[in-house]
């Protein structure tokens, strides 16, 4: 299973209502933490209902929880956007 599909998999947990998930490694080639082949730094915009009410500290530790081990080894660096769904209104 890839890392990609093995973050996907964790954050299941979250019940995402959307989920988007971008390898941006190859932008940090040379940079700590890379390494060849990918995996090591994420984007990650996600929309659930689990986060209502949740600050965003509260939000991102749901996450890393969710997450687990990985955020030790592949993941380096995970930029996170977490918002609930009444957070999306109006957004396109």
Request: proline share 3%; hydrophobic share 35%; glycine share 10%.
């Amino acid at each position: 299973m890839s890392v990609a599909q093995t973050i996907r998999e964790r954050l299941a947990a979250l019940e995402p209502q959307a989920l988007d998930l971008v390898d941006e490694s190859d932008l940090h080639r040379g940079h700590a933490g890379y390494r060849d082949g990918g995996g090591t730094h994420w984007r990650l915009s996600i929309v659930s209902a689990r986060f209502s009410g949740q600050s965003t500290l509260q939000r991102h530790r749901m996450i890393y929880q969710a997450l687990g081990g990985l955020m030790q080894h592949p993941i380096h660096a995970l930029a996170i956007t977490a918002r609930s769904p009444e957070e999306t209104k109006g957004m396109q």
